[in-house]
């Protein structure tokens, strides 16, 4: 099982980006799924979280701001980021508890690479 993320750069204070992480490999089920976020010097530090059935929860420093969601067929968690300011600025992991085929099934931590986000004029 791999997670791929993607969808950061570089974006101006104000801007919005969309990442993506999508889950691929084999499996049965995807639990709870998530963004994480590192900047340097720092430790990783929970951004928003999903359910499977889709209840949501955020950082206070990024409620009202940014929106997690996920589209279970595609097996791909979405965080939409508006109003970036450059302590937004980070490493963005995605993360994901997913069962897999062992006997008897069992659910496992899975991290994506990381992908870049730079908020800066």
């Known amino acids: 099982v791999q997670l791929q993320a993607s969808g950061g750069g570089l974006v101006q204070p104000g801007g919005s980006l969309r990442l993506s992480c999508a889950a691929a490999?084999?499996?049965?089920?995807?639990?709870?799924m998530g963004w994480y976020r590192q900047a340097p010097g720092k430790q990783r530090e929970l951004v928003a979280a999903?359910?499977?059935?889709?209840?949501?929860n955020y950082a206070d420093t990024v409620k009202g701001r940014f929106t997690i969601s996920r589209d279970n067929a595609k097996n791909t968690v979405y965080l939409q980021m508006n109003s970036l300011k450059p302590e937004d600025t980070a490493n963005y992991y995605c993360?994901?508890?997913?069962?897999?085929?062992?006997?008897?099934?069992?659910?496992?931590?899975?991290w994506g690479q990381g992908t870049l986000v730079t908020v800066s004029s």
């Open positions: 999903i359910t499977s059935g889709g209840s949501t």
């Open positions: 490999g084999s499996f049965f089920s995807i639990n709870d």
């Open positions: 993360n994901a508890r997913i069962v897999v085929p062992t006997f008897p099934p069992k659910e496992y931590d899975y």
